[in-house]
C-alpha cells in the first residue's frame, strides 16, 4: 500500500512541476513578444495603454481593501 501512495505522489509531483514548467515558458514567451517593437507598436494601435491606466486605480483600490 505504502509503494502505490508513493509512486502516486511522485507523479502529482511530477505533473505539478511540469504545469509550473508550462506557465513559466508561457510568461517568458510572452516578456518576449511584448518587448518586439513591431508587437508593442500593434498594441499600441488597440490602445492597450489606455486600458491598463483605466485598469490600475481599480487594481490599487482593490489591494488596499486586501490589505484591511
Given at each position: 500500500m505504502q509503494r502505490e501512495s508513493q509512486v502516486t505522489r511522485q507523479?502529482?509531483?511530477r505533473d505539478t512541476?511540469?504545469?509550473l514548467?508550462?506557465?513559466a515558458l508561457m510568461v517568458f514567451g510572452a516578456g518576449l513578444i511584448l518587448s518586439n517593437p513591431v508587437a508593442q507598436g500593434y498594441l499600441s494601435r488597440f490602445g492597450?495603454?489606455?486600458l491598463t491606466e483605466k485598469a490600475l486605480p481599480d487594481l490599487e483600490?482593490?489591494?488596499r481593501?486586501?490589505?484591511m
Open positions: 507523479d502529482h509531483d512541476l511540469f504545469m514548467s508550462g506557465i492597450l495603454s489606455n483600490r482593490y489591494l481593501l486586501r490589505s
